[in-house]
């Protein structure tokens, strides 16, 4: 498991407040202003390419309205526009030496007449860089006080198999209910996780994947009796129980077809055997009555349906013959839960509260498991804290998922009606190409071929000096890292494609190599960072003077500018984003779990290039060392950013490789 992560305090978004600050100019200056797609986003939009010129941009149509006093519909509106936007240039940039970014330039662009804001790069060098690698010694966590707790709920791992492997699917589900864990930390909330491993010969597989038990995970809870006696009474009370006297109708004619179809069986086979057949005919129908009567008992033993400690629960079932229901429907009507697209499924109506073998229908002792959960954490929550319950659920089970959730919250009101369910559903996980047998890939398996393709790659690149203990933790660490990223770098509703083909190494596609990518650029900077200090101790370059007294002037480059306005600038903000606004009464909720994966392939292919390109550590004269010093503390900057996000997903990041 991944050490916690240490980065910046992300409650600084930086181009969020840039933003607000422009607004506010606006609005002391009583500039007349919209903001772009009728009220949404702002009059700014951000550029990430060709920055030379500047970094945001302002719309000649907002732009107009912006400068436009009177308003846009007056005829005097077009006097002395060119005069106005001149002196707003300047008011810019005398008031932005308050703002979080200063502004050194505007000016209206000759391609499409918008006015572009170029920011002070040397005090936005210095202001970011100290900002990210000033706040290490923080965790990458809201500085605010709790938001709130949420508590994931993720109880599918194992459902549908009997035997102990762990399929990809269940695997995707762990990995998504651990970073989305990860992200609502990041956001100021507590986090609880409920994962119920269906198998406990998984666990043998689970340590292999890197997914350890957490220490926020919540002990799963048994039921007893006393829990469904709860239930069960609940059920008999609710006003949305319902009777459905048509199946005993049909059950009562079956048992009486089948008596006389035995009666006339035995007449025609032998006569002579009338009493003794005539005796056996009221012993078959008893039979067949007792066993209806039986599939209508109200059996609350889940494991072994005819214990004597549940022979009150059977006598109960026995006096009620008729089968009941749930009515869901009626319920989401009366409390005006939204259905279809963003809400509840449209085909949800009645729940049956019994199986047809007279046990408890599964979904309602979720509900009894579910109630313990909540009132446990309840215990050791104040008035004021608000939990928010998230099911982490894939499509096959969205529908089962749904009537755990309106269940729980009919049976158990008086808990449910505080707080807040959403449902994060998963797409399923299927091999692209390459597999000939039928029998479907587990999750181990999956991981030995990784791993095999990845120490055939090494020993390409390294020759026999790959084996030990080291190479092999190494290639293990790097497996992980790319599984999770291949299963964690697409959108979550969305299929996971995988090739599981067994290729030669120099085959391997690139969409496998995102994990393995990204920590190897992460080990090439702290192989930097290593052969810095090792030069310093032996006397060759001095040591890093002050963050504050570097010139970051020096740093020129585009790439270097681009690396910490596209990466270090809006980091913050990006983990705000993928959790975005959780909608009450809407059932679903959107979590982007695949920004923060794409966001670290992004930031390595610029590094790279970047590393590639420029001679980092210089020779030793004194006219370069200042220029060496900005870079190594922005390449820092960097690597924080990237442990940052690494960490998110619980990789631990190479040191080496």
Known sequence: MAAPCMGPNIDTDGFKRFQCNFETFLIERNFHRRKQGGGKGYI???????????????????????????????????????????????????????????????????????????????????????????????SNESSQQSKGIWFINNDSVGINTENVDLTLADLRSLYLSDHIGCLLKANGFEVVRRVNIGNEGMNLSLKTLDVDNPTDCHKDISITDTDLDILVKGVQNSQYTVEDSSRTLQQKTCVEDSSRTLQQKSCVEDSSRTLEQKSCVEDSSKTLQQKACHENSPNLNLHNPHSEKDSSHDATRTESKVPLFLNLRNFISDYGLPMGRHGYDKNISKLQVWNEDGKLCKI???????????????????????????????YERRFTQQQVDIAWQMLYNDTAKHYHQVHCLYGSVIARKGQSSTQPLTA????????????????????????????????????????????????????????????????????????SFVIYNFARLSTLFA???????????????????????????????????????????????????????????????????????????????YYGRVHVLTEPRSHLLPTMFARLYLLTAVQQIMKNGLALLNITPLEQV
């Open 44 to 138: 700014l939009s951000k550029l990430t390419k060709s920055l030379k010129d500047g970094e945001f941009r302002i719309p000649p149509v907002l732009l107009k309205e912006a400068l436009t006093t009177p308003p846009p519909d007056s005829p005097n509106s077009e006097i002395n526009f060119s005069d106005r936007v001149q002196n707003f240039c300047e008011d810019v940039i005398k008031a932005s030496k308050s703002w979080i970014y200063r502004v050194q330039e505007c000016k209206i662009s000759k391609v499409d007449s918008s006015l572009l804001l170029k920011l002070n790069r040397s005090s936005t060098f210095h202001s970011v860089i100290c900002d990210v690698i000033g706040s290490k010694d923080r």
């Open 444 to 515: 181990i398996d999956f991981y030995h071929l990784r791993q095999s393709q990845m120490k055939q790659a090494w020993v390409m690149k390294y020759g026999s000096d790959v084996q030990g203990d080291g190479w092999d933790s190494t290639i293990a660490a790097m497996t992980t890292a790319i599984i999770k990223f291949e299963l964690l770098s697409i959108t979550a509703r969305n299929v996971v494609k995988l090739d599981t083909s067994d290729c030669d190494s120099s085959e391997v596609r690139s969409d496998h190599k995102g994990g």
């Open 364 to 394: 309602l002792t979720k509900c009894a498991v579910l109630q313990k959960h909540v009132l446990s954490l309840q215990e050791k929550m104040d008035s004021k804290t608000r939990l928010h319950i998230l099911h982490v659920v894939s």
């Open 531 to 609: 052969n810095y200090h090792n030069a310093v101790k032996q006397g060759v370059y001095p040591s890093l003077p002050d963050i504050s007294s570097v010139d970051y002037s020096l740093l020129r480059e585009e790439e270097e500018w681009e690396l910490l306005f596209n990466y270090l600038v809006p980091y913050p903000g990006l983990v705000k984003d993928c959790i975005g606004d959780v909608t009450p009464g809407n059932p679903h909720v959107t979590i982007a779990t695949h920004k923060i994966c794409q966001f670290l392939i992004n930031v390595s292919r610029d590094l790279s290039s």
